[in-house]
């Protein structure tokens, strides 16, 4: 933004060689498309989610030595 609020102008013409915009996806599911292919792709980003406690679990085991990790955690 400018000192005087006014929008910054382009640098360049946007026809400017720019590659053709492709809609948004969530593994092959349009995100702008029809509803029912919304609701698909929310089910498939639902179904490739993971618990947090084991989100947690393996943040957890990226704080371990490497030798750790192949033994399966802390020495005792």
């Known amino acids: 933004m400018s000192a005087t609020h006014e929008p910054a102008e382009p640098t360049h013409d946007a026809t400017d060689h720019q590659p053709a915009q492709r809609p948004p996806r969530y593994r092959g599911y349009r ?34 030595p490497p030798a750790e990790r192949a033994r399966g955690g802390p020495e005792r």
């Open 31 to 64: 995100l702008d498309g029809p509803v029912e292919e919304f609701h698909r792709a929310v089910d498939a980003l639902e179904h490739d989610t993971v618990p947090y406690a084991y989100y947690l679990k393996v943040l957890a085991g990226r704080d371990q």
